[in-house]
């Protein structure tokens, strides 16, 4: 039952016939070109011209001299991780992985799958808070915690939601202290971030950089991602450990680990086919953000924020946060919620249950790594240098998932149903 077609704030608009998703895959006919060749000719595998073009055209937009075409950004993101463990203390032994007891500092606030491989190669994340102006790893935090953690060697930072964080920062941190990094451009590919006063595409700004391709991304292959570089001998390492580690003999000779993670050459079908899009998706994805920005600027409510001076991101999500003095009571559990209505306020869940009432799909903000059952016995430094309790208002990342919300982002919704969606918003804070 939708308990809002009776609620008297909600008159006057009907459900979406189509349900306005999130972010969902926007094909232009190119990608089916590409897929029939790949099985024309035969070339139904792991080899393939569309993995050939696909790394090259990746490479030569993103400005690195090698792509190597993967399963999934988890798998890039993985085999980065093992990289730079490997690079950093040797290569494991059998049955331990190259972080084995090592801590690595990572973005808090972003998808599991940037840290999961921290534990995969049994290393201990400790999670960096966020900072206010770009919702990525704080600089400050980052610093407090190479104070407490001196002998940390590993960073990895991811860009939210298509926004840039302050690697430039976080880079000077970085080298003052010898650490590598590992970059998470999954969801920003296309956003640009001024280093040193020059533009580079995010995906440059680490040692060891990963992007994806998965059906809810700015461009997709269905499922797909990339580890991407300037060193000759990385792109060949993941290359090599992508397709089972297999040595140059005749038969299958194996001196190291392996793993099945190269990209489908029907897959890269899909991704070459889109990736003459990607400009006008992030043209797309902007014009969305900023009628968001249009159109909730009489509330209470801030759009998810950027530095204007030192990025350009792809705008893959529009977000907003609700102000303080704005915020009905809203609690959540480890997997329910409870809010109630009030007067000129509103809470995250009362906004996504009122949109999925009207048949469009939001979602919670990214809850923090370190919020999460699974990582929260690891430590979680924030900029004024503690651990502290989930929510006690130094946490800068639970206070975003607390008053934060993912809007509509989807590139094909007209501004008309925009429209809609903002008027329902406007209508929750009556
Ligand atoms: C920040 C971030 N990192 C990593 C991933 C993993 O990428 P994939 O789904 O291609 O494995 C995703 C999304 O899925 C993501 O949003």
Known sequence: M????????????RPFEKKILLSSPTMHGDEQQWVDEAIRTNWV???????????????????????VALSCGTAALHLATRL????????????????QGRRVFCSDMTFSASVNPVAYEDGE???????????????EALAKAFERYPDVRLIVAAHLYGTPGAMEEIRTIADEHGALIVEDAAESLGAKYRLNGRWAETGTLG??????FNGNKIITGSAGGMFVTNRLEDANKVRKWSTQSREAAPWYQHEEIGYNYRMSNII????????????????????IYERYKAGLSDLPVKMNPFDAEKSQPNFWLSCMSIDEDAMAPQVRGEQDYRYKSASGKSSPQEILDVLAAFNAEGRPI?????????????????????????????????????????????????????????????????
């Not at 595998?45 to 792509?67: D, F, H, L, M, W």
């Not at 463990?85 to 049955?95: C, I």
């Not at 994340?125 to 990525?136: K, L």
């Not at 040692?207 to 994806?212: G, M, V």
């Open 125 to 139: 994340a400790v999670f960096i808070d966020t900072e206010p102006g770009t919702w990525n790893m704080s600089p």
């Open 268 to 287: 890269a079908g899909i991704v070459r086919g889109q990736l003459p899009y990607l400009d006008e998706h992030i043209a797309q994805k902007k014009a």
């Open 45 to 67: 595998s792991t080899v393939g011209e569309n993995i050939n073009a696909v790394e090259r055209q990746i490479a030569a937009r993103i400005g690195v001299k090698y792509g």
């Open 84 to 99: 730079a463990g490997e690079k950093l203390y040797g290569q494991a032994r059998p049955h331990q992985g190259t972080l």
């Open 366 to 430: 990214w809850k923090p790594m370190h919020l999460q059952p699974l990582y929260r016995n690891n430590a979680f430094i924030t900029a004024s240098g503690t651990g502290c309790l989930a929510g006690s208002g130094s946490d800068v990342g639970a206070d975003i998932f607390r008053r934060g919300l993912c809007l509509p982002s989807e590139n094909k919704m007209t501004p008309e149903e925009q429209e809609i969606i903002i008027q329902l918003i406007h209508r929750c804070f009556e």
């Open 2 to 13: 939708n308990v809002f077609a009776e609620d008297p704030r909600f008159s006057g608009i």
């Open 207 to 212: 040692d060891y950089n990963c992007i994806s």
